[in-house]
């Protein structure tokens, strides 16, 4: 059977187990159209993420996050996405899409730009692949909507002290549907959900695409659909790797390349491509 590099971006690594480890051989996978490819990135850093940083270093009184779909790349996700743009140039994808907040379409313009194709392709946009939303919560204080207790809550698993579900699932009679916020499991059904519509699409089976996504919302999807692999610590709020206990942390412009199974419909595998500049470049 016919094979290909597995993109060129991949020609320096062997990947294992959901990790990358130098190498110096090229990956082959064989070309066939019972498998897509979809290369998931988190969007370079936005001027909420600079901002967020700032609030913990002076102790500030954090803010509720979430989608915040308005918010733009700072200069350094600007330089990210132009850097990652550099490093994928050549590979060839069939689709590009990001979500439609503004951070996640800047950075699939510009790495398109960077590749030589922002005049040629024109990218999708999705609502459904944006960050969690919080509603009315989003930019308020966590002390005026969880609790002086709870200022960490946003990041778990959906679990509010004596609240089951967030508005959106079936239980949920707790919080006034108005907040209209999402759980994690919601965030992570709606991901898995589009994704899928994606790798099962006619003009995605057995190619590559490219998709750029959010933070949060990507941790609650892996952790969805690989259980066993993947588990979430819903005191901090982390997904952390079962096999060697080591936090998933999905830095701007990381990127993960999921395998979708059409013979058994599922998906397959995964790894992670940290965004390194010395890493990621073409041979």
Not at 75 to 82: I, K, L
Not at 101 to 126: F, N, V, W, Y
Not at 258 to 265: A, G, K, S, V
């Amino acid at each position: 059977m016919k094979a290909i590099h597995y993109l060129a971006v991949l020609c320096f690594f062997s990947l294992v187990s959901g990790h990358a480890i130098a190498s110096s051989e090229p990956v082959d996978i064989p070309v066939r159209a019972d498998s897509t490819f979809i290369y998931l990135i988190r969007h370079a850093e936005s001027e909420e993420n600079i901002a967020a940083r700032e609030r913990k270093k002076t102790g500030a009184p954090p803010l509720v996050g979430g989608a915040l779909s308005h918010v733009k790349l700072s200069e350094t996700g600007r330089e990210q996405a132009a850097r990652l743009g550099v490093q994928l140039k050549g590979a060839t994808f069939v689709r590009y899409i990001s979500s439609t907040a503004e951070r996640a379409k800047s950075t699939l313009q510009i790495c398109l730009d960077k590749m030589g194709l922002g005049a040629k392709i024109t990218p999708e946009h999705m609502e459904s692949l944006e960050e969690q939303s919080k509603g009315s919560w989003e930019g308020r204080l966590v002390s005026e909507t969880y609790g002086e207790n709870n200022s960490n809550i946003a990041d778990t698993w959906g679990h509010i002290p004596g609240i089951t579900h967030l508005p959106g699932d079936i239980a949920d009679q707790s919080i006034p549907t108005e907040i209209k916020s999402e759980s994690p499991k919601m965030v992570a059904a709606r991901m898995n959900q589009t994704l899928i519509d994606i790798a099962r699409a006619d003009n995605s089976r057995g190619g590559h695409i490219m998709v750029v996504s959010h933070g949060n919302a990507m941790k609650f999807f892996m952790h969805s659909v690989f259980p066993e692999k993947l588990k979430f610590n819903g005191n901090h709020g982390t997904v952390y790797n079962t096999e060697d206990g080591e936090q998933l942390r999905i830095d701007n412009t990381d990127m993960i390349v999921l395998t979708y199974d059409h013979i058994q419909e599922e998906w397959s595998s995964w790894e992670r491509l940290p965004a390194n500049t010395d890493q990621l470049r073409l041979p």
